[in-house]
C-alpha cells in the first residue's frame, strides 16, 4: 500500500502510535465519554434546581429570600422588561448547556433561552415571570461543565508525544544498526573488506551480524581452498604432461612410464573432482556414531588393530547420516594410511555435545605444520603430507562438512605417537 511508509522506522513508529491512539480513544470515548456525561447531568440538574427554587421565591414575590439565595449559591439575578441585548441565536441545544435548557424546561414548563458568553465563561439564563417580564440568572459556566474535558485530551496528546519521544532514540540505534548491517552486506557482496563492522543492537540483530560475519569467512576461506586446489593441479599436471609431450616428441615414450603419468593425472582429478563436487543435499536423520567409525575403520584398515572407547548408550542426535560418513570415512581413511599398528576411536558425550577423537600411532604433523594440513593439495616437509594431493585433500573435506554440521575439528598430538583428530558435534 502507498500509504504505508517505506522505511522501517516511521513503520515501527506507526505500529506503536496507532494501537496507543486506538486504545486512547476507546478508554476516552467508553470510559470518560460516559463519565463526564454523568457529572455534567449532575451539574445541570443543581444548577436547574437552584434556578427553579429562586423563580418559585420570584412568583411568590419573596424577594428576600431570592436576594438571600442568590447570593448563597453565587448567582445574579437581574429582572428587566426592556433592553436586553441578547444574539439571534440561543445555545440552548449546545454541547455546554444543552442539558441545563432541557431540565430548566421541565422544571419551569416556560421558554427558557440560554446564551453563552465564551470570553468570561458566563451563561445567562433567560427565563419568563407571570407578570411578563424577565428574569436573567448569570453564573460561571463552570457551574455546568468541567474543563476536565479539555486537559484529559491534552493529557492524551502529551502521553502520545511523550511515548514518541522516548521510543525515537531506541529506533534510531535499533535503524542504525540494520543500516550497518545492509552497508556491510553491500561490501562483502562486492568481495570488500567492511572496516570497524562488528555485531551491534538488539541480540537478534547481533546473531544476524554474527551470522553474517561467518558465512563472509567460510566464502573466503572456500574462495581460498579453489584458489590453491587450482593451483596445486595446475603444477601437478604440468609435470607430468611436460614429460609424456617430451616422451613422444623424441620417441622414447615408454608405455609403463605413461600409464603410470596418466595414473597419476587421474588421481589428482579424481581428487579435484571429489573436493568440487561438495555435499549433496541430504535430510536429517536421528544418528548414532559407534556402528558408523567401527564399520569405516574395518573397512580403511583391515590390517590394523582397532581400539574403541564408547560410552555404553551413545548420544543419539539428527544429522546428515551419509556426509558424515565421508567426512569421518576420509579422517579414518588418513589414519590408517599412516598407523603402524593400532587405529585408536574414542566418543565423549556431554549434555550439548559429543567429541570424537581418532588417533593413530603413525607418523604426527609438527604444531607449525597442522594448519597447513588442513589445506587441500597442500604438501607437508614430513612423510605424512608426501603423497599426490597431500594430507590436507581428505582432512578439508571432512573439516568442512563437520562445520556444516555446526561443528569443530581439530589437529592435536596423540598420546598414541601419531595424530589425533578431535571432531566436537553439536547434540
Given at each position: 500500500?502507498?500509504?504505508?511508509?517505506?522505511?522501517?522506522?516511521?513503520?515501527?513508529?506507526?505500529?506503536?502510535?496507532?494501537?496507543?491512539?486506538?486504545?486512547?480513544?476507546?478508554?476516552?470515548?467508553?470510559?470518560?465519554?460516559?463519565?463526564?456525561?454523568?457529572?455534567?447531568?449532575?451539574?445541570?440538574?443543581?444548577?436547574?434546581?437552584?434556578?427553579?427554587?429562586?423563580?418559585?421565591?420570584?412568583?411568590?414575590?419573596?424577594?428576600?429570600?431570592?436576594?438571600?439565595?442568590?447570593?448563597?449559591?453565587?448567582?445574579?439575578?437581574?429582572?428587566?422588561?426592556?433592553?436586553?441585548?441578547?444574539?439571534?441565536?440561543?445555545?440552548?441545544?449546545?454541547?455546554?448547556?444543552?442539558?441545563?435548557?432541557?431540565?430548566?424546561?421541565?422544571?419551569?414548563?416556560?421558554?427558557?433561552?440560554?446564551?453563552?458568553?465564551?470570553?468570561?465563561?458566563?451563561?445567562?439564563?433567560?427565563?419568563?415571570?407571570?407578570?411578563?417580564?424577565?428574569?436573567?440568572?448569570?453564573?460561571?459556566?463552570?457551574?455546568?461543565?468541567?474543563?476536565?474535558?479539555?486537559?484529559?485530551?491534552?493529557?492524551?496528546?502529551?502521553?502520545?508525544?511523550?511515548?514518541?519521544?522516548?521510543?525515537?532514540?531506541?529506533?534510531?540505534?535499533?535503524?542504525?544498526?540494520?543500516?550497518?548491517?545492509?552497508?556491510?552486506?553491500?561490501?562483502?557482496?562486492?568481495?570488500?573488506?567492511?572496516?570497524?563492522?562488528?555485531?551491534?543492537?538488539?541480540?537478534?540483530?547481533?546473531?544476524?551480524?554474527?551470522?553474517?560475519?561467518?558465512?563472509?569467512?567460510?566464502?573466503?576461506?572456500?574462495?581460498?581452498?579453489?584458489?590453491?586446489?587450482?593451483?596445486?593441479?595446475?603444477?601437478?599436471?604440468?609435470?607430468?604432461?611436460?614429460?609424456?609431450?617430451?616422451?613422444?616428441?623424441?620417441?622414447?615414450?615408454?608405455?609403463?612410464?605413461?600409464?603410470?603419468?596418466?595414473?597419476?593425472?587421474?588421481?589428482?582429478?579424481?581428487?579435484?573432482?571429489?573436493?568440487?563436487?561438495?555435499?549433496?543435499?541430504?535430510?536429517?536423520?536421528?544418528?548414532?556414531?559407534?556402528?558408523?567409525?567401527?564399520?569405516?575403520?574395518?573397512?580403511?584398515?583391515?590390517?590394523?588393530?582397532?581400539?574403541?572407547?564408547?560410552?555404553?548408550?551413545?548420544?543419539?542426535?539428527?544429522?546428515?547420516?551419509?556426509?558424515?560418513?565421508?567426512?569421518?570415512?576420509?579422517?579414518?581413511?588418513?589414519?590408517?594410511?599412516?598407523?603402524?599398528?593400532?587405529?585408536?576411536?574414542?566418543?565423549?558425550?556431554?549434555?550439548?555435545?559429543?567429541?570424537?577423537?581418532?588417533?593413530?600411532?603413525?607418523?604426527?604433523?609438527?604444531?607449525?605444520k597442522k594448519n597447513d594440513a588442513l589445506r587441500p593439495f597442500v604438501r607437508l616437509d614430513d612423510a605424512r603430507g608426501t603423497n599426490t594431493g597431500g594430507t590436507g585433500l581428505g582432512l578439508s573435506i571432512a573439516k568442512t562438512t563437520i562445520e556444516n554440521h555446526g561443528g569443530q575439528l581439530f589437529l592435536e598430538n596423540s598420546d598414541m605417537g601419531g595424530l589425533r583428530v578431535?571432531?566436537?558435534?553439536?547434540?
Amino acid at each position: 500500500m502507498k500509504l504505508v511508509p517505506q522505511h522501517f522506522f516511521w513503520r515501527t513508529i506507526l505500529l506503536i502510535l496507532i494501537p496507543l491512539v486506538v486504545a486512547q480513544f476507546i478508554m476516552a470515548n467508553v470510559f470518560f465519554g460516559n463519565h463526564w456525561s454523568r457529572v455534567h447531568a449532575t451539574m445541570a440538574r443543581s444548577l436547574a434546581g437552584e434556578i427553579a427554587t429562586m423563580m418559585n421565591f420570584l412568583d411568590s414575590n419573596n424577594m428576600p429570600a431570592l436576594e438571600t439565595m442568590a447570593t448563597d449559591v453565587g448567582i445574579n439575578v437581574t429582572i428587566d422588561k426592556e433592553n436586553l441585548v441578547r444574539p439571534n441565536k440561543t445555545s440552548n441545544h449546545s454541547r455546554e448547556t444543552g442539558q441545563l435548557a432541557s431540565e430548566l424546561s421541565k422544571r419551569l414548563s416556560r421558554r427558557v433561552k440560554v446564551y453563552i458568553d465564551r470570553k468570561p465563561r458566563l451563561i445567562y439564563i433567560d427565563v419568563p415571570t407571570k407578570d411578563g417580564q424577565i428574569a436573567t440568572f448569570e453564573s460561571s459556566m463552570y457551574r455546568i461543565y468541567s474543563t476536565s474535558t479539555e486537559v484529559f485530551i491534552l493529557w492524551l496528546i502529551g502521553a502520545i508525544l511523550i511515548v514518541s519521544i522516548l521510543v525515537s532514540p531506541f529506533l534510531i540505534l535499533h535503524n542504525r544498526s540494520i543500516r550497518r548491517i545492509a552497508y556491510a552486506a553491500n561490501r562483502f557482496g562486492r568481495g570488500l573488506e567492511a572496516p570497524g563492522f562488528k555485531p551491534m543492537g538488539s541480540k537478534e540483530i547481533r546473531d544476524a551480524a554474527t551470522a553474517m560475519i561467518t558465512m563472509k569467512e567460510r566464502l573466503d576461506r572456500y574462495n581460498r581452498t579453489r584458489t590453491d586446489m587450482l593451483n596445486a593441479v595446475s603444477h601437478d599436471l604440468k609435470s607430468p604432461l611436460a614429460r609424456m609431450r617430451l616422451a613422444v616428441e623424441t620417441d622414447s615414450a615408454d608405455k609403463n612410464v605413461l600409464l603410470t603419468d596418466i595414473d597419476r593425472m587421474a588421481e589428482m582429478i579424481n581428487g579435484y573432482l571429489s573436493f568440487a563436487r561438495g555435499e549433496l543435499p541430504e535430510i536429517e536423520q536421528s544418528t548414532e556414531l559407534p556402528p558408523m567409525l567401527i564399520r569405516l575403520a574395518r573397512d580403511a584398515a583391515p590390517n590394523k588393530k582397532i581400539v574403541t572407547n564408547f560410552p555404553d548408550t551413545p548420544v543419539q542426535f539428527y544429522a546428515r547420516p551419509m556426509a558424515l560418513a565421508r567426512a569421518f570415512g576420509n579422517i579414518i581413511e588418513n589414519a590408517a594410511r599412516y598407523a603402524k599398528k593400532s587405529i585408536k576411536l574414542t566418543e565423549i558425550d556431554s549434555q550439548y555435545e559429543t567429541t570424537v577423537l581418532i588417533e593413530d600411532d603413525g607418523i604426527g604433523i609438527p604444531d607449525d605444520k597442522k594448519n597447513d594440513a588442513l589445506r587441500p593439495f597442500v604438501r607437508l616437509d614430513d612423510a605424512r603430507g608426501t603423497n599426490t594431493g597431500g594430507t590436507g585433500l581428505g582432512l578439508s573435506i571432512a573439516k568442512t562438512t563437520i562445520e556444516n554440521h555446526g561443528g569443530q575439528l581439530f589437529l592435536e598430538n596423540s598420546d598414541m605417537g601419531g595424530l589425533r583428530v578431535r571432531i566436537v558435534l553439536p547434540i
